[in-house]
């Protein structure tokens, strides 16, 4: 049995998540890019100095107008172009990991998650602290079962993203839930990675338990994501609590997306395995159906 839950699994992880693209594009270009799309007109003195400041600073007027032009761009596609050029006129430029940060988010709303890793693995090592990558590179560590770094850059965002300030033109109140949004993005990458860990170990309890401690908070902060539901169902199933099991496939299976069918298959085993029979399941589905409605953010 373990090797058929491992099996899908790597199925599951196959399919795109969902991350919330609109949050990281705002999170990229607002947050971190804050200081350099604000970088003001190139004034005499500044050349040469980007060393010794931080990252944002302009080597030349060249520099300077180069990126003015990219920070003037809005198209994201062509703002990563513009960035690739900016990369090979300007190896030394005062924006560099600016430069590979545009190119990746471009890369992942591409679904390139090769160029991605590329070009965020290459920012972070300068801007080790921004959310809008640590998110989305979480998640994407991930889908591709590489759980260490899942786990690394989903913890760091956990650490950072309650004290990220809201960006320009957020109210306090629309940050809020875009954050905990983000933030149960993590949760859910982090317990996942845990998950996986816990399929490949001997001694699974402690991966276990951080797993469904993860995935509960995701849950939690985000009702509505049934990639969660679906993980903790797979990790009660597995810890025998078949009840907890087919709350969390019925769920799934409620919110449908693209995890619906798939987890009708797992409720209905799991529900059998619970009842003997499958009477009342289709209104156990469409109750939970009703609670996570009443859940649904205002």
């Known amino acids: 049995m373990l090797n058929e839950w491992r099996d899908t699994m790597k199925r599951l992880l196959t399919i795109v998540s ?7 594009l705002t999170l990229t270009s607002s ?3 804050a200081a350099a799309l604000s970088a003001g007109e190139f004034t005499a003195g500044q050349e040469g100095e980007a060393k010794e400041k931080a990252w944002g600073t302009p080597t030349s007027q060249a520099d300077h107008h180069a990126w003015k032009q990219i920070s003037e761009t ?8 513009l960035a690739e050029k900016y990369l090979k006129d300007f190896p030394e430029g005062g924006y560099r990991p600016y430069a590979h940060e545009f190119i990746a988010v471009a890369a992942r ?6 160029k991605f890793f590329l070009h965020a693995e290459t920012a972070l090592k300068e801007l080790p602290d921004e959310v809008g990558l640590l998110v989305p590179l979480s998640v994407a560590m991930t889908e591709k079962q590489n759980p260490e770094p899942a786990i690394k850059h989903g913890e760091r965002a956990l650490e950072l993203l309650p ?3 809201a960006p320009e033109g957020y109210t306090e109140e629309l940050w809020e839930k875009q954050r905990n949004l983000l933030i149960a993005d993590c949760h859910y990458s982090v317990g996942t990675s845990y998950l996986l860990k ?3 170990s001997t001694s699974p309890g402690a991966e276990m338990k951080k797993a469904m401690d993860h995935l509960n908070l995701a849950v939690t ?6 990639r969660s539901h679906f993980r903790l169902g797979f990790a009660y199933q597995m810890t025998k609590n078949l009840e907890g099991a087919v709350t969390e496939f019925a769920r799934a299976a409620a919110i449908g997306d693209n995890l619906g069918q798939m987890a009708e298959v797992y409720l209905e085993k799991a529900y059998q395995s619970l009842h003997g029979n499958t009477d009342g399941l289709n209104d156990f589905v469409k109750e939970q159906a009703k609670l996570l409605k009443e859940q649904a953010p205002k």
């Not at 969902?18 to 990281?24: A, E, K, S, Y």
């Not at 809005?74 to 172009?81: T, Y």
């Not at 709303?109 to 090769?114: H, T």
């Open 109 to 114: 709303q591409a679904n390139d998650l090769d």
């Open 74 to 81: 809005f198209d994201i596609k062509k703002k990563a172009n």
């Open 18 to 24: 969902i991350v919330v693209v609109v949050g990281v």
């Open 163 to 165: 004290n990220t300030a």
């Open 198 to 200: 816990a399929f490949n």
């Open 221 to 226: 902060m985000n009702p509505q994501d049934a």
């Open 31 to 33: 947050g971190g890019f």
